[in-house]
């Protein structure tokens, strides 16, 4: 029987950490609020902070790319894109990772490694890729191709991500409450 690993997640680097100290920053914000005039000002405060941090989220944490020996999901902010290798002709770098199919379309993958300036040299170095961890993720998607186990019919599928778009939707509903209420 094969092994079955779990898939293989590229990320955008430092979208964790940014997530962290924007939520500790409005953690403070709203209890400072709570404390300052009440729960129900912190109410019709929560949306705006709340926002960016489903922005941080949808751009830097959602957005990523998922490959397993079956195929490669792209989630580009909220839309998600399921690939069967059998469709991929090519995996390559452009200023991201691209993914080139079968029928000449081209699926742009937002989250994960991205193609940056080589550093600049100080005096006595040698030169060094300015990204190594680019390169590394197209050699890894390109194993992963090689040893896929799709099957040559299989189609792309083309979804939302629903959950995030509904948590966008109660926050703007309640961005639009707190406006009413306070005008």
Partial sequence: MAEVRPPRIFRITGAAGLLVIA???????????????????????APWPLLVLWAIYVVGIASDIRADHTGVQVQNLLRRISVPWSRVKRVGMRWQIEL????????????????????????????????????????????????????????????????????????????????????
Avoid: H
Avoid at 31 to 44: K, W, Y
Avoid at 152 to 172: Q, S
């Fill in 23 to 45: 939520a500790i920053g409005s953690v403070a914000l709203l209890i400072e609020a709570a404390v300052r005039s009440g729960i129900g000002n912190m109410l019709l405060l």
């Fill in 100 to 183: 080139t199919l079968d029928d000449g379309t081209a699926v742009r993958c937002f989250g994960g490694p991205v193609r940056s300036k080589p550093r600049r040299l100080g005096p006595g170095r040698t030169k060094e890729d300015g990204n190594a961890e680019a390169g590394d993720g197209v050699a890894k998607l390109q194993r992963l191709r090689l040893d896929a186990q799709s099957a040559p019919d299989a189609v792309v599928v083309r979804t939302w991500d629903w959950a995030a778009t509904l948590v966008l939707a109660v926050l703007v509903v309640w961005a639009g409450v707190a406006i009413l209420v306070t005008y």
